[in-house]
Structures are given as structure tokens and as C-alpha cells.
């Protein structure tokens, strides 16, 4: 069966600190992979998605960033946080031919 | 473009209640349409699904069908508990191709013993 870690769980980060939130997946081949974002007020936002190593589509410009270097491993980056970055971030991952997104357990993250 | 709506809440129930959270659609093409749950402090998790007109979806006891005529993909239940007590999103995927979930805003159910 299929799983999807995400790490870590929660993380408190000032801002203009660097960020690096993982996600892995088990269990299936060539996953489409997603980013989405949970904050208060505005619902769940896609940030990227990748159908493949190294190829990222972005949703919304922003001050974060994706890769894919590695078939099952997915990682949201920041240079510098900024407040409005505080959210849940929630990973997922879909067959190609399949539209079902499935979701990882998410990632709290708080920007002081 | 591509929308969803459903009812706020938040909605609380007695336990054995009947639960119904409305959802309705707006698509450009012929849309998959999902129901997620979160409980709190958790990811989201498949609840049910449907592909294409007049399916129904079921899992858990809940159940949602594919009503094409009037854009809609309402959750019920016969009868909640307060293990059921959690955020609802309905949910959208815009045909062959498309990669975005369009999601409603959530409606968080509350069931009381």
C-alpha cells in the first residue's frame, strides 16, 4: 500500500530564516507529487506539483520554491519566511492516469 | 473557472443524528468530485469519491452522489457519532489532465453525546 511521510510534524522559525519541509512517498512508482498550503481564512492552496524528477510547476508566485530530486521525494523551500508563511503544509501524491490525491499527515509551521 | 461550494459551519449534532453538508459545483469540464475529512490536527483523508453522473460514493457509512442536473455532491449520514466530529471538504478535479483540487471551504462538524 501506498504511504506518505512528511517531516517535520511542527517547526517555530523566525522570519528571514531558511526553510526546508520533506516529503516521501512508498510504495508506488513515478507519483505526480503536490504541495499545498492550509492557513486560517484562506482555505487549501496549491503551491506546486511535479509529474516527474526535477520538473515542478508553480501555482502561485511566491517566496517559496519546490525540487523533486528523487522519484519519491518532494521539498518545499524557503530562503527567507516571511509571517504570511505560517500554515499547514500538506503534501499529496496521485497516479497519472488517476485524478485521487492522497495526503500526507502535514507539516505545522509557525513564523515568528 | 472552476468552484465549490458548501454550507458553513460549523454544524452540531446530537449523536445519532442525521447529517447532510451541502455541496454544489462549478466546472468548465466533467469533474471527478471527492469528499476529504480532516480531524484535528491531521492531514486530509479520502472519504468518498465519485466519477461521473449519478455514482455514489460511500465509505464509513456516509454517502454522496453525482447529481449532474443540479451541480451537486451532498454528504450524508444516517446516523453520526462523535468519533465523526471533523472538518469536511468537498472537492473538485477538472477532467483528464488537470492536476488542481478545487476545494470548498471546509465545514467543521461537531457531535455532542
Known amino acids: 500500500s501506498q504511504t506518505i511521510h512528511q517531516w517535520p510534524a511542527t517547526l517555530v522559525q523566525p522570519v528571514g530564516s531558511p526553510l526546508s519541509l520533506e516529503c516521501t512517498v512508498e510504495?508506488?512508482?513515478?507519483?505526480?507529487l503536490y504541495w499545498y498550503r492550509q492557513a486560517a481564512g484562506r482555505g487549501l492552496q496549491l503551491l506546486f506539483y511535479?509529474?516527474?524528477?526535477?520538473?515542478i510547476s508553480s501555482e502561485v508566485p511566491q517566496n517559496l520554491s519546490a525540487s523533486r530530486p528523487q522519484d519519491r521525494q518532494f521539498i518545499l523551500s524557503s530562503k527567507k519566511l516571511l509571517l504570511s508563511d505560517s500554515g499547514f503544509y500538506l503534501c499529496?501524491?496521485?497516479?497519472?492516469?488517476?485524478?485521487?490525491?492522497?495526503f500526507g499527515p502535514g507539516t505545522r509551521l509557525t513564523v515568528l | 473557472g472552476n468552484s465549490v461550494t458548501q454550507m458553513e459551519g460549523p454544524v452540531t449534532l446530537s449523536e445519532e443524528a442525521f447529517l447532510t453538508i451541502n455541496c454544489t459545483y462549478t466546472a468548465t469540464g466533467y469533474p471527478s468530485l471527492f469528499w476529504y475529512v480532516q480531524y484535528p490536527g491531521e492531514g486530509l483523508q479520502l472519504l468518498l469519491k465519485a466519477t461521473k453522473a449519478d455514482d455514489k460514493g460511500s465509505n464509513k457509512g456516509f454517502e454522496a452522489t453525482y447529481r449532474k442536473e443540479t451541480t451537486s455532491f451532498h454528504l450524508e449520514k444516517g446516523s453520526v457519532q462523535v468519533s465523526d466530529s471533523a472538518v469536511y471538504f468537498c472537492?473538485?478535479?477538472?477532467?483528464?489532465?488537470?492536476?488542481?483540487?478545487?476545494f470548498g471551504k471546509g465545514t467543521k462538524l461537531s457531535v455532542i453525546p
Open positions: 511535479s509529474v516527474g524528477i526535477g520538473q
Open positions: 510504495g508506488t512508482s513515478n507519483p505526480n
Open positions: 499529496a501524491h496521485g497516479g497519472g492516469n488517476t485524478d485521487t490525491q492522497y
Open positions: 472537492a473538485l478535479i477538472d477532467g483528464a489532465g488537470s492536476y488542481q483540487l478545487t
